[in-house]
């Protein structure tokens, strides 16, 4: 079946060059089978492989996954302790299989609220894979898009006090230039799993002109077919950018 989706992608034409996903579901995923919240989260390990594994195939050069909000450090102690621990798990043991795949990884967020071990572990992985060609990977985490504003302004506002910048000179390019996103292309398509229609303080700046494919399946549900369907969904739509549609 994916290899199907996969040939209808390529006939498709114009695959997306930047794919972002919120994963949610975990927590429900695991209570639906009477299991701790923890599992559905490391459930969800195994989707973000997949999803990875079906980017490189579909053709995608940007993936942006969002692995920990900053308000995710209000839940539980256990489960943040929990997340972290699987963060540290994830991002050692897939780091040879990433720098054979190619994959280039990019953790973004408030990093220094993080303990030293999932620290450390997220150093290695983003020195051991660069300069991987085939798949620019961001994984956000203690992220948030509002803070994510607040210190790009704030960045701005030095680059001013310092007689770097003229304020009449900030525009556009100048903030998208101080976002954690610099020099990369906005999504194109931004997945949601389990069915919430909500952007949820996600790249708030970059997803202004993104399509959005919500899916009510739950993330450890999702395999790479279901992202060959996201992308499949999107060749069928039309983006007009605030434009009309040409005739
Ligand atoms: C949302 O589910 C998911 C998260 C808060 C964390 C996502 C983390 C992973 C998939 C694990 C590993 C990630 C990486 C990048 C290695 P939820 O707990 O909010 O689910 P619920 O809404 O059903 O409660």
């Known amino acids: ?69 900053q308000e995710n450090w209000n839940r539980p102690e256990r489960e943040v302790n929990a997340l972290m621990k699987l963060l540290q798990l994830y991002v050692t043991r897939e780091r040879n299989e990433l720098v054979r795949q190619g994959v280039e990884v990019h953790v973004h967020g408030d990093t220094d609220r993080l303990a030293a071990g999932p620290r450390r572990a997220i150093e290695a992985i983003q020195a051991a894979t660069v300069g991987g060609q085939v798949l620019h990977l961001n994984l956000m985490i203690s992220y948030g898009g509002r803070a994510e504003l607040v210190r790009a302004a704030r960045r701005l506002a030095e680059r001013v006090r310092a007689g770097e910048l003229d304020p009449g000179d900030i525009d556009e390019t100048a903030l998208a230039d101080e976002l954690y996103t610099a020099g990369l292309p906005d999504p194109d398509l931004l997945i949601r799993t389990s069915g919430e229609q909500r952007v949820s303080n996600f790249m708030l700046w970059q997803v202004a002109y993104t399509e959005l494919y919500i899916t009510p399946l739950l993330w450890p549900e999702f395999r790479r077919e279901h992202l060959f ?17 040409a005739v």
């Open 1 to 69: 079946m994916s290899s199907e989706l996969l040939q209808q992608i390529r006939e498709g034409g114009r695959v997306p060059g930047h794919v972002a996903v919120i994963m949610d579901g975990n927590g429900r995923w695991a209570k639906g089978r009477g299991l701790p919240r923890y599992r559905g989260h490391a459930a969800g390990m195994d989707s973000v492989r997949e999803v990875i594994e079906g980017a490189i195939e579909a053709g995608v050069r940007v993936l942006t996954l969002f692995a920990f909000s």
């Open 229 to 245: 369907e996201a992308i499949c969904d999107y060749q069928g739509r039309e983006r007009r950018f605030g434009r009309v549609t």
